[in-house]
DNA sequence: AAATAAAATTGGTAGAACCAGTGTACCATT
DNA sequence: AATGGTACACTGGTTCTACCAATTTTATTT
């Protein structure tokens, strides 16, 4: 959420900037402190279910406040990756089973070093919702949704200019539609998406660099399948941009895809 | 993430009890402040883009400390709900627009009253998302995946039970299925959505009272054409199971489907 | 009129004190 | 031996006050 307002930020102060400045960081001293916190956890410093030290003896071990410590410790709760009771303590959970989308968006917000398994897992499960919620937007998008949609898709800036790389238009795009879905629930998991994906989208963008048709066009051409009302062919559109990004990303990573073969029992059933 | 311990504790002092007991809720005060807040920015009491009171005077209004104030905000902040600029003030954000997960969480959390469109929304995206991770799980399980599955299926409670009802056993189940999906992110996803539906979770299981397979049978199915590598089966024995909440669910709200027709404009493109 | 500097405002951090649940050990009662 | 009561130490929850740091506004100077 942050990236947010430092957008509006750059630009104001350069307006005809050439460059989409990146969002300076405004450290608050708790994220610096839950960042330590999470990467302890994530790194296995600490176990699921162990306690951690009390809050007084943690913040000074993090040379901070206990206030400030204490708004870094309800985020970390937030994410799933500790439960803090009154009383009794602090204690830390098993986060491979229990962290929520704020886990991964707190560390993708700050760069921070995800599994290339999950990075894999996180442009699936992009594809898989964009075209779910483009196939929404076919079903139920009325006449001013198509007039909004073609709005935005018209005004998309050229292919490789900064403020494509930015990724702020690609989610505006993609908002309008969740909008169109006539789904609130899909309009916020587009916007927690948003966060998760901030820090990557420069690198989306660049795939998209050697691409035939332009990212305008090929929105529009997205623009009219929903407003033919055919889910198939919107959401096809949608799949087949993504698969090219999700292939280009999977040759850094094994791809998870083949792991079924190996141990299946064949003939189940 | 409250209600996880509550129901340990509720194990614990009463192992054999034949009551569900409803966790005990101990409002942090900074929650109940943050929920005034969110009232204050959904019922449209201040508008997006306008500038609440200082922290100084916020937690004045509300008679407590700029201390529990600050860690509500930083949760509004999370949710998307309003942004904090040091040296300037507290911004309110357009909610429909970007507020995200988070914020259905904690609404749903502390039992607001959601709109009906909303709830139908949260519905379909959790059909939608449960075929899909489940239609992956069908395409990675391995032999191991499956006994796990296989297992946790097996240990179904009966229908009608307290322990169903409570959810609990359905998160299980299906945060089992996300673990063999091999997508970290559904994993994340599951668990933010447990937090959606904690409240609403006995509220679907009363709906499957009526059903003719019992639940622990119809998951069984499930488990076997997850082996199968069915990925349509799979997902169509989930899609079966929840259309029905669904349409349930749907009597009380005017559905949402059916809006297109009136505007749209005819033979597009 | 523009540039600059000072002041006022606002969020961010610090530190200490006290309130409020938890858990444990010990004691009294049954 | 089991149960319930009590006291105490420990831990998170809250409050207060003071001060630091960024931003905006105002006044001043050029």
Redesign the pocket.
């Given at each position: 959420m942050r990236s947010n307002e430092s957008i509006l930020i750059s630009e104001r102060s350069n307006p005809s900037a050439a460059f989409a400045f990146r969002p300076v960081p405004?450290?608050?001293?708790?994220e610096d402190a839950l960042a330590q916190l999470v990467d302890m956890i994530v790194s296995g410093e600490v176990k699921p279910g162990e306690r951690?030290?009390?809050?007084?003896e943690?913040a000074q071990s993090l040379?901070?406040?206990?206030?400030?410590l204490?708004?870094a410790?309800r985020r970390l709760e937030n994410m799933g990756l500790a439960s803090?009771?009154?009383?009794?303590?602090?204690y830390v959970r098993d986060f491979r089973r229990e962290a929520n989308l704020d886990f991964i968006n707190f560390q993708a917000g700050r760069g921070a070093a995800l599994e290339p398994q999950l990075l894999l897992g996180m442009d699936e499960a992009r594809r898989l919702m964009s075209a779910m919620v483009v196939s929404l937007a076919a079903r139920r998008a009325d006449a001013s949704d198509i007039e909004e949609l073609r709005r935005v898709a018209g005004e998309c800036p050229p292919d490789g200019s900064p403020e494509l790389l930015s990724g702020k238009w690609d989610y505006d795009f993609y908002l309008t539609i969740a909008l169109a879905s006539m789904n609130g629930a899909f309009v916020c998991l587009i916007n927690t998406m948003k966060g998760m994906f901030a820090t990557f989208r420069p690198m989306y963008s660049l795939l998209d660099e050697g691409r035939r048709e332009s990212i305008k066009d090929l929105n529009l051409r997205l623009v009219d399948a929903i407003e033919s009302g055919d889910e198939r062919a919107a959401s096809a559109i949608v799949e087949e941009r993504m698969r090219q990004d999700m292939e280009d990303l999977a040759k850094r990573a094994q791809s998870p895809e083949k792991r079924k073969s190996k141990t299946r029992k064949a003939g189940a059933k």
């Open positions: 405004k450290n608050r001293i708790s951690l030290p009390g809050e007084r943690l040379s901070i406040t206990r206030t400030s204490r708004e410790l803090v009771r009154q009383g009794d303590g602090i």
